[in-house]
C-alpha cells in the first residue's frame, strides 16, 4: 500500500521548460487525497521557490523538502532543518574560488540564497530559477550564519572534475555533482535519502510504503528511499541502474501517468 510519493523536481517532475500539466497534477492529485497519499517534492530548489511553483495548483498539504533535501517544509512551517556549520562552508568556499574563480556559488542560509555581486546577468537569472529569495554579497567570508546547503554553478560544465577535489572535507560534508554544471553541498550525512528517512518517520510511514522518483545523480540515494524506485526515461544510467522501474521522461509527464495508472489499482486491492 503506497502512502508516500516523493519526487525530484528538475528533469524528472518537470519538463525541459521548467513547468508541470497542472490540469494533469490536479487530477493525480485527488486520486492521491482520496487515498490519503501524501505528495512531497524533493529537489535542490529552495523551498520558496517550491511554493511559487505550486501555486496556481495549491500547496495546502503539500510537503517539501527543499534546498537539496536539508530542509523539510510544511503549511508555511520548518519541519526539520540540518546545517552546515559556517566556518567549514566557508572553507570550502574559499576551496571552491582557488580552484575555479569564474564558478557561481550559491551560499544558501536561512534567510536567502546568496551570490557574489559580481555575478553575471545571465548566471543570475540562472538562479533565480531555482531560489525565490536571493541577496548578494562582496565577500562570502563575511557570511556569519550556519549554511543551508551550497551550490555551484558552472556554465563551463566541469562539476565532475571540480567535485572530486573537495575530497578533504569529505568527513565535514556531503558533496555531489549532480550533472556537469552543478554541485550540491550539504551537511555530513544529509541527502534525500536521509531527509526523506526524516519524513518517514514523522509521518509513521515505513519504505515500503514510499514511492520515489528521480533522474539525477543527486537522487542515487533516493533510490534506496522508498520500495517503488521509478528512474525516469531521461535518467543518468546510474540512477537507472539503482532504479526498480523506468517509467516516461519528464516532457512525457512521466511521473503523474505513473501515479494516474498506479493508484487506481491500489484502490481495488
Not at 13 to 23: G, H, M, R, V
Not at 112 to 139: C, F, L, P, W
Request: charged residues 25%; contains cysteine; negative net charge.
Amino acid at each position: 500500500m503506497i502512502k508516500l510519493i516523493i519526487s525530484d523536481l528538475d528533469g524528472t517532475f518537470l519538463n525541459s521548460q521548467s513547468t508541470f500539466d497542472e490540469k494533469l497534477y490536479q487530477e493525480v492529485r485527488q486520486h492521491m487525497d482520496q487515498q490519503n497519499v501524501v505528495f512531497a517534492p524533493c529537489t535542490g530548489k529552495q523551498c520558496e521557490r517550491v511554493e511559487a511553483l505550486f501555486q496556481n495548483v495549491g500547496t495546502k498539504d503539500l510537503w517539501i523538502l527543499g534546498d537539496s533535501a536539508t530542509r523539510i517544509k510544511h503549511d508555511g512551517q520548518y519541519i526539520y532543518e540540518s546545517l552546515l556549520p559556517n566556518k567549514v562552508g566557508k572553507e570550502i568556499i574559499a576551496k571552491l574560488q582557488s580552484i575555479h574563480d569564474d564558478m557561481t556559488i550559491i551560499a544558501c542560509t536561512q534567510q536567502a540564497a546568496i551570490i557574489h555581486e559580481d555575478t553575471s546577468d545571465q548566471n543570475e537569472r540562472m538562479v533565480r530559477g531555482s531560489y525565490e529569495v536571493v541577496e548578494k554579497t562582496a565577500d562570502y567570508q563575511s557570511l556569519t550564519a550556519d549554511f543551508v546547503k551550497i551550490t555551484v554553478y558552472d556554465d563551463k560544465l566541469r562539476s565532475y572534475e571540480v567535485a572530486p577535489q573537495l575530497a578533504e572535507f569529505e568527513k565535514q560534508a556531503y558533496i555531489v555533482a549532480s550533472e556537469a554544471a552543478w554541485i550540491d553541498i550539504t551537511n555530513f550525512g544529509v541527502h534525500k535519502r536521509h531527509t526523506v528517512a526524516q519524513l518517514q518517520q514523522i509521518l509513521n510511514i515505513t519504505p515500503e510504503e514510499t514511492m520515489v522518483f528521480g533522474d539525477g545523480h543527486n537522487d542515487l540515494e533516493l533510490m534506496q528511499a522508498g520500495s517503488f524506485s521509478f528512474a525516469m526515461g531521461n535518467a543518468f544510467e546510474p540512477t537507472k541502474a539503482a532504479a526498480k522501474y523506468i517509467c516516461g521522461s519528464n516532457d512525457e509527464n512521466g511521473v503523474l501517468l505513473t501515479i494516474k495508472q498506479l493508484l487506481p489499482l491500489q484502490a481495488k486491492e
